[in-house]
């Protein structure tokens, strides 16, 4: 993996500044999105990104343990 030119943690807020479309949306019948689970830069699966504090996993070392956590 290609070192980051610049720290995670400078990088992050950067953030804040996207645009486009985002990984969230609603359907009928959902609440929140309809997405399966949000991977994290650090490559930790979370089952949205608002809880990031609740990683499922490691996404690079086994996803299917993911979806099972």
Known sequence: M???PVPYETAAR????????GYHGSSEGFACG???MTVLPDKQAVKCGFYTDRPLGDAQ???KQCCRN
């Open 2 to 4: 290609p070192a980051m």
């Open 34 to 36: 309809r997405h399966l």
């Open 61 to 63: 070392k086994s996803l």
């Open 14 to 21: 950067y953030l804040n500044y996207a645009f486009g479309g």
